[in-house]
């Protein structure tokens, strides 16, 4: 039968039909606002709103139904077990339409991108307040913030935004870069979530763009925050992945519990996190190998051994987490018929305010321990400033055929930060200084890709208003030197190498002589790709930022902070010492 003709009423009959005691006696509140909202926010969906991953109402509809499934987990009795006190099924028949009200907006409601969020928030309360439920005094969301904003407390049987559900955070500056992690109100609600639907056995598809912190976030939950009987198993397909490959990876992991029954050792549980699920390359007729062996398990519980008698292999005693982008820039679509069996969470972009939280935090603790008091007051102006450039950037500078490298996302807003962390604290005493470290910084990250004069022009222009709306300070009162230059080779044999400005050319040229040559040309120092590198380009890092890179190829930037990508080859046998 057809989707569309089965409809969705069988499947909530279905799952009414499964409640736990104590709860299957509000089934008739249950399936009242399901009916009030599930079929109108399915219409929404449909009509003008954008998925991040494409989804179909069955799916959404037995999402709901899992979240709620997981929300009710800890008031379900073992059979045999000691039935809820009258006290416990009074508190949760109080809970169960804030609970259903929740799971609803976080199954249909958290597949859709940021915009489609704000308008989901609209329509869901408004839905709410025309379908007249009689809802008890403060079981819908409170109005002051969106309904994306709250999460139910049962202990305290209240809303309560999703900060308050965690510690207060303590950087810790010597922490590597890359291992810190700070909670926002994205990733406490996400990391949430997955918490739920795995210790309720429910299967989770992380989906989103490109650094939303999809990978890191369920990474740290997996390795750090998991009850001692599970097991996390990780995987990242590539286009090269085959379901050979995928079988071996699984079943190395696997112990024989019995003939033809594997797992993981007894009493453990196996939660495999398949990164980049949907980078495994689609044959002639689209079929993607790594993707239909998982689906087998999905579907059969388990898959062929290769070796004669190729006897069945049942899994048992695990679950899967995906994370992928949308489809494009070589990701490809994945069959429905495996997508099925997940949860979908959208990781949206963060907001500004996440963005503020997260970097003032790691800028502030690092400016805290290591620079003056003069220099630590400007983190969050600093901050702010690289958040709204980014965002115009984002806003104005979008790639075309002949800018295709003009593409712009958090991992770069990170390593301005990362940057100026390298900063030295002897050489940067005062704002100025640090604000020159903080243009520099800019320029190596977003400035280097930009291939023609206007762009450089206008990069400038917006450094220059950002700092006089957040310092009051000119362009021209920070870099007062006619090159802005830093660099960690100045001092040969300084260990740890000293990151500072450099405004002795004739040092730098001489400095870097062995490696590096000076030649007239339009202004610009040059430089060889480094020997030690394999071809890359030299750790230490100058960038000569008041003269525009020549537009043959964006400059390829890094002071070792973080791999590079993948860059074409320089021109000739000199390329841009890049910043």
């Not at 909670?183 to 639907?197: N, S």
């Not at 990978?215 to 939950?221: G, S």
């Not at 997260?358 to 008091?373: E, M, N």
């Not at 030299?538 to 990508?565: Q, V």
Request: aromatic share 10%.
């Amino acid at each position: 039968m057809e989707p569309s003709a089965l409809g969705i009423d069988p499947l909530l009959a279905s799952w009414l039909a499964t409640l736990p005691p104590g709860v299957s006696e509000h089934a008739a509140t249950l399936s009242a606002i399901f009916n009030a909202t599930v079929p109108e926010a399915l219409r929404f969906l449909r009509r003008g709103v954008k998925e991040t991953v494409t989804t179909v109402n069955p799916n959404l509809v037995a999402s709901c139904f899992n979240l709620m499934d997981a929300l009710i987990l800890a008031w379900r009795r073992p059979d045999g077990g000691p039935a809820l006190s009258a006290d416990e099924r009074n508190a949760l028949g109080a809970m169960l339409p804030s609970l259903m009200l929740f799971s609803v907006v976080w199954s249909l409601g958290a597949s859709c991108d940021k915009a489609g969020r704000q308008a989901f928030d609209e329509f869901f309360k408004r839905c709410v307040a025309d379908a007249g439920l009689g809802l008890p005094d403060g079981a819908m969301f409170p109005a002051e913030l969106s309904v994306y904003e709250w999460c139910y407390d049962q202990s305290e049987a209240k809303w309560v935004e999703w900060m308050d559900t965690v510690p207060e955070f303590k950087c810790d500056p010597d922490r590597p870069f890359s291992q810190i992690i700070v909670p926002t109100a994205d990733t406490v609600r996400y990391t949430y979530l997955v918490d739920r639907l795995l210790a309720c056995g429910k299967h989770v598809l992380c989906v989103g763009e490109t650094g939303t912190g999809k990978t890191l976030n369920v990474a740290n939950k997996l390795m750090n925050d998991m009850p001692a009987d599970v097991l996390p198993v990780f995987m990242t397909f590539s286009a090269r992945t085959s379901a050979n490959m995928t079988q071996d990876i699984i079943d190395a992991k696997m112990d024989k519990r019995r003939k033809g029954v594997f797992g993981p050792p007894a009493g453990k549980r196996y939660v495999v996190f398949v990164d980049d699920l949907n980078m495994p390359q689609r044959e002639k007729y689209f079929a993607q190998p790594p993707i239909e062996l998982l689906r087998q398990w999905f579907d059969h519980g388990g898959w062929y051994d290769r070796k004669p008698p190729c006897a069945f292999r049942s899994i048992v005693d695990t679950q899967f987490v995906g994370s992928m982008g949308p489809p494009g820039g070589g990701r490809n679509p994945v069959t429905n018929r495996l997508l099925r069996h997940f949860n979908f969470i959208s990781f949206t972009e963060m907001s500004d305010a996440s963005l503020q939280r997260i970097f003032s935090t790691i800028l502030g603790a690092f400016f805290k321990k290591h620079f003056s008091d003069a220099v630590q007051g400007t983190a969050e102006g600093v901050v702010a400033s690289t958040v709204q450039l980014y965002n115009r950037i984002r806003e104005e500078l979008l790639p075309t055929p002949a800018k295709s490298h003009y593409t712009f996302n958090l991992r770069d807003l990170a390593r301005v930060v990362q940057g100026m962390m390298q900063g030295d604290a002897r050489s940067v005493t005062t704002p100025p200084a640090l604000l020159a470290l903080w243009l520099h910084e800019c320029s190596r990250v977003f400035e280097d890709r930009l291939i023609n004069d206007a762009d450089h022009e206008w990069f400038r222009a917006q450094q220059g208003a950002l700092l006089e709306d957040a310092f009051s300070l000119k362009y021209d009162d920070v870099v007062t030197a006619d090159r802005l230059v830093f660099g960690d080779f100045l001092v040969p044999g300084a260990d740890p190498r000293v990151y500072a400005q450099i405004t002795d050319m004739g040092k730098l040229v001489k400095v870097r002589g062995g490696s590096t040559r000076s030649r007239a040309h339009d202004g610009v120092s040059w430089g060889t790709p480094s020997r030690e590198g394999g071809g890359g380009f030299e750790r230490a890092h100058c960038c000569l930022s008041t003269t525009p890179w020549p537009s043959t190829r964006p400059s390829p930037a890094f002071s070792g902070l973080s791999p590079p990508p993948s860059l074409s080859p320089p021109p000739a046998s000199c390329a841009p010492m890049g910043g």
